[in-house]
């Protein structure tokens, strides 16, 4: 089966990809420097050619709030387009559990955006809401500075490894569409703000965590369980201190690119 991956060089595409190629897929691995620009729709007719299944795991350059709802909005509005004229039968994107509670932020703003252009698309579709990676900690710590301290509420999450996000994801993409949303999350619960302590912590960061019930996650006001997936969410296997002695964790992080909110 041909399964077109957007955003396929990113941290859980190109896991996606590898691990549809071990399974016999056609795995095709799309973004800018593979030649497949899903904001211009460059590549996007060849790309599409005999496509099965398109997975979104694509994200945006800069998490400023204009360019991010510009990025989510107009790369799923075309992506949509080009799939509904190529007879793609399956489009699958990865959202965040909580989503639909934090329009707060402007980036969860555009995550909101892109789960509803997919709904009201013609395209069959399965939305997978993923809580966060381990891979981002540091990047959650670097989003939530203020005063040279890192600032975090101490409410409850679920966070996994994007080996097991992109395992799960791709489970997804070769079953049938459910016209609806998918939960995964991690196998055990933590407070946020002791976790990224723990992981600064591990990376030698100096920064202070501060448990601030005011403060915000990406701009947006969370409550205790606005981050933990529901009780029918797919869970993954990897715990934290086993993620920990991966080669992954040793590298600090890939987020946040640009202009973090
Ligand atoms: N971070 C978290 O904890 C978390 C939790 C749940 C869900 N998510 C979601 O997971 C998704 C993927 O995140 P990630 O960390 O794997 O992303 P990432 O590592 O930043 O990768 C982003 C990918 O998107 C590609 N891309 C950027 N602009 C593009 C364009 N115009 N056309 C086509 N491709 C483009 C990038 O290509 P280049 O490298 O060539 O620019 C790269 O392959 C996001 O949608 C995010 O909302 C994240």
Redesign the pocket.
């Known amino acids: 089966m041909k399964i077109v991956v957007?955003?396929?060089?990113?941290?859980?595409?190109?896991k996606l990809v590898t691990k549809l190629r071990e399974h016999g897929h056609e795995a095709v691995?799309?973004?800018?420097?593979?030649g497949?620009?899903?904001?211009?729709g460059e590549g996007l007719v060849e790309a599409l050619k005999g496509a099965s299944v398109v997975v979104?795991?694509?994200?945006?350059?800069s998490w400023e709030d204009a360019a991010v709802l510009n990025?989510?909005e107009t790369?799923t509005r075309n992506l949509l387009t080009y799939e509904a004229a190529a007879g793609v039968g399956h489009h699958v994107?990865?959202?965040?559990?909580g989503t639909n509670l934090l329009s707060e932020s402007g980036?969860f703003r555009a995550?909101i955006a892109?789960e509803k252009l997919i709904r009201e698309s013609s395209v069959p579709h399965s939305i997978?809401?993923?809580?966060?990676?381990f891979?981002?900690l540091k990047?959650?710590a670097d989003i939530s500075v203020d005063g040279g301290k890192v600032h975090l509420p101490p409410v409850l999450f679920q966070?996994m490894a994007?080996d097991d996000?992109a395992s799960a994801v791709g489970k997804v993409a070769v079953g049938q569409p459910v016209d609806g949303i998918v939960e995964i999350g991690g196998p055990e619960q933590f407070r946020v703000d002791e976790l990224v302590r723990r992981r600064l912590a591990s990376l030698k960061d100096p920064r202070e965590v501060i448990a601030d019930p005011n403060a915000r996650y990406s701009g947006a006001i969370l409550s205790e369980n606005t981050l933990v997936p529901g009780s029918d969410a797919r869970l993954g296997e990897t715990r934290y201190e086993t993620w920990l002695t991966q080669p992954a964790a040793q590298i600090p992080s890939?987020?946040?690119?640009t202009n973090a909110a």
Do not use: C, M
């Not at 997978?128 to 990676?133: G, L, Y």
């Not at 890939?254 to 690119?257: E, F, T, W």
């Open positions: 957007i955003g396929g060089t990113g941290l859980i595409g190109s691995a799309a973004a800018p420097n593979t497949v620009n899903t904001l211009t979104d795991v694509s994200n945006s350059p990025f989510f790369s994107a990865l959202s965040v559990v980036y995550k892109q997978v809401r993923a809580t966060q990676f891979e981002f990047g959650l966070p994007a996000v890939a987020h946040p690119k």
